[in-house]
């Protein structure tokens, strides 16, 4: 089973930066796919970016394309989004979550292991 911890949230201007990232523990990381995924009050749960096992294959959410960058390490276990230009309709708290073995998906029911998410504000 994989376990996985957001870091990286906060409160930033319109037209700032960001930089998440996603701590995993367990085995077998990298036979994951690692999506990002965020809520904001009163929504659905959206996909907003995936990055396959091997970091060969990465997909954006069409609102966040040209803004976002995901990444991942598989030696040291981390899956990174650096988020810039952000807006304030980037608000929402944001999930990292684990699909083993399988490609990337924005289905958030494709995916089984998720964290405990982590805030992000964008307003002046």
């Known amino acids: 089973q994989l376990q996985l911890v957001e870091s990286g949230g906060g409160l930033v201007q319109p037209g700032g930066s960001l930089k998440l990232s996603c701590a995993a523990s367990?085995?077998?990381?990298?036979?994951?796919?690692i999506g990002w995924f965020r809520q904001a009050p009163g929504k659905e749960r959206e996909g907003v970016s995936c990055?396959?096992?091997?970091?060969?294959?990465?997909n954006y959410q069409d609102s966040v394309k040209g803004r976002f960058t995901v990444s991942r390490d598989n030696a040291k276990k981390l899956v990174y989004l650096q988020m810039n230009s952000l807006k304030p309709e980037d608000t929402a708290v944001y999930y990292c979550?684990?699909?083993?073995?399988?490609?990337?998906?924005?289905?958030?029911?494709?995916?089984?292991?998720w964290g405990q998410g982590t805030q992000v504000t964008v307003s002046s």
């Open positions: 979550a684990g699909r083993r073995l399988s490609l990337c998906s924005s289905y958030a029911a494709h995916f089984g292991s």
């Open positions: 990055i396959t096992l091997s970091g060969g294959s990465t």
């Open positions: 367990g085995t077998a990381f990298a036979t994951y796919s």
